[in-house]
């Protein structure tokens, strides 16, 4: 083993956390595409047990691909928002009740998209992720600064205002299960990944917030994954950091081959 890869290995192994790697496949793919993804992923990442994997397809592919995990003991299903309500007049909601009957186990929550387009709010998403964990399922909550806010400086105030108020209400019990994903804006579908070092900074920094929120010993065993730009090439460096305990993968989770590497490279 030459000493990059022991020095990835003893990281890898040091962490408490396993690694959790998802892949948001955003408004992509018909159901009968999303099946056929899912099906070439099966086959690609059939021995791989090392690592937590997720995917989350649309609403309207949760069913086949559902269905085409039933069997498959290493993949999860996700959902990419829910609502805060378990029913009602809520016109283009889709609620808690609804994802479980697909065996949706994780739910994406307050990604950057959601919040600009959508203009979620941080206490929107606080509410939403005490929904998803009313439902014993676990919020994977998104925070990030953009490139304005990073270069004038106030990527820790943004991210400490989100990271509170996203989370705000939860226990400590249900922030252990939650997944937050560190997504800086700017690296988001643009090729442009934060370097190792400023994601490393970015988690750590996270992970500060959360044992001040909560107690250290609750922010050890949180999961923090990185977003943004994401390939086979840079897994397994992002990985590698400290504190980067997983990936959120867009654009490299829409072919089953990267995203299968990104997997491989990252164990
Ligand atoms: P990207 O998207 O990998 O295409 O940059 C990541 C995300 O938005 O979750």
């Avoid at 003893?10 to 999303?34: H, P, Q, S």
């Avoid at 047990?49 to 269905?67: Q, Y």
């Avoid at 991210?159 to 997944?179: A, F, I, N, P, W």
Wanted: proline share 2%; net charge neutral; aromatic share 4%.
């Amino acid at each position: 083993m030459g000493n990059d890869e022991e020095k990835h290995c003893n990281l890898i192994m040091n962490k408490e956390r396993k690694l959790i790697i998802a892949g948001n496949w955003k408004m992509n793919k018909t159901a009968a595409e999303a099946l056929a993804l899912v099906n070439s992923l099966k086959l690609e990442i059939a021995n791989v047990k090392e690592v937590d994997i997720v995917v989350c397809p649309p609403f309207t592919a949760l069913e086949s691909v559902s269905k085409a995990i039933l069997e498959t003991k290493n993949i999860r299903l996700g959902a990419q928002n829910m609502s805060e309500n378990n029913f009602g007049a809520f016109t283009g909601e889709i609620c808690a009740g609804m994802l479980k009957e697909f065996s949706v186990r994780y739910v994406i929550l307050g990604h950057s998209e959601r919040r600009q387009f959508q203009k979620e709010s941080d206490a929107l998403i606080a509410k939403r992720a005490a929904a998803v964990h009313g439902a014993a399922l676990k919020p994977i909550v998104c925070v990030g600064e953009t490139l304005a806010e990073r270069e004038a400086g106030q990527m820790e105030k943004v991210l400490e205002t989100q990271v509170r108020g996203s989370l705000d209400g939860l226990t400590k019990e249900q922030m252990v299960e939650t997944v937050v994903a560190y997504e800086p804006v700017w690296a988001i579908g643009t090729g442009k990944t934060a370097t190792t070092q400023q994601a490393q900074d970015a988690h750590a920094f996270i992970r500060g917030v959360l044992a001040k929120k909560f107690d250290a010993a609750t922010a050890k065993k949180v999961r923090i994954q990185y977003g943004g730009s994401v390939k086979p090439s840079n897994a397994k460096e992002l990985m590698g950091q400290p504190d980067v305990d997983g990936a959120l993968v867009g654009g490299a989770a829409l072919e089953a081959r990267s995203f299968a590497d990104i997997i491989k490279n990252s164990i």
